[in-house]
């Protein structure tokens, strides 16, 4: 069963623009988070990442805030820009040495 | 950062062919792995090493196996391919950290686009 999810499979917004990505988590024991960005053809690279002890990171255009209550997690990008369009996988890792990974969201920044 | 090179990016194998993908890492980290990624699958880990001729299995082993004899290079070998094994395969790497909790982050390699006819 998938402890990471990732429900919106696709997002489309205009240049400028806010994108939000959403992230739900069902092991109450993860407690340290990543964002991946994926463009096709090419490996993951890591983006950002937060740990359980806060509730909000921030790089740059990049923001990702945590809500251990409610178990889900956010990715903000302000501005949007036409480079941001990419698979954007949320992950976390599990009790052994690997990353759990959700299915990924599809973003689409247009101009 | 790391520098993971996979051996080919793009590959075309019949089916019942062995296929043998190999991952090699510039540093001396000890963790190791192999997903697929598949659309509107995600990621799916396949198998892990955190240590030369050490492996585990991942959420979908069957079909695969692996090989690690060195520290820098970890294979992942098709038996015997078939076309539901057609996907884009990743390896990645990571130092270990906290013991026995991988809490950093992977750097993952170009990928191997595989296609089985």
């Known amino acids: 069963d998938q402890q990471v999810k990732q429900n919106s499979p696709s997002l489309s917004v205009q240049e400028g623009r806010i994108s939000i990505l959403n992230c739900d988590y069902t092991?109450?024991?993860?407690?340290?988070f990543l964002w991946y960005k994926k463009y096709p053809a090419e490996g993951p690279t890591f983006l950002i990442s937060i740990s359980s002890i806060k509730d909000k990171n921030e790089d740059g255009r990049f923001t990702v805030f945590l809500n251990k209550s409610a178990k889900h997690l956010s990715l903000h990008i302000v501005p949007s820009q036409p480079g941001d369009s990419a698979v954007y996988f949320c992950?976390?890792?599990?009790?052994?040495?690997?990353?759990?990974f959700g299915k990924g969201t599809s973003l689409l920044v247009t101009p | 950062d790391v520098k993971v090179t996979q051996s080919s990016r793009y590959l075309v194998k019949r089916t019942g062919e062995k296929v043998f993908l190999e991952c090699v890492q510039d540093?001396?980290?000890?963790?190791m792995f192999w997903y697929r990624q598949d659309p509107g699958l995600g990621l799916r880990l396949i198998y892990f090493s955190y240590d030369v001729k050490m492996k585990e299995k991942g959420d979908i082993p069957e079909g695969y196996s692996v090989s690690r004899e060195k520290k820098e290079r970890f294979s992942l070998i098709l038996e015997s391919a078939s076309t539901n094994q057609t996907s884009m395969y990743l390896c990645?790497?990571?130092?270990?950290?906290?013991?026995?909790?991988?809490?950093?982050?992977?750097?993952f390699g170009e990928g191997s686009r595989l296609t089985v006819l």
């Open positions: 540093m001396d980290h000890e963790n």
């Open positions: 990645a790497v990571g130092a270990a950290a906290g013991g026995l909790r991988g809490t950093g982050e992977l750097f």
């Open positions: 092991n109450s024991m993860f407690d340290y």
């Open positions: 992950a976390a890792p599990d009790s052994g040495y690997a990353l759990n």
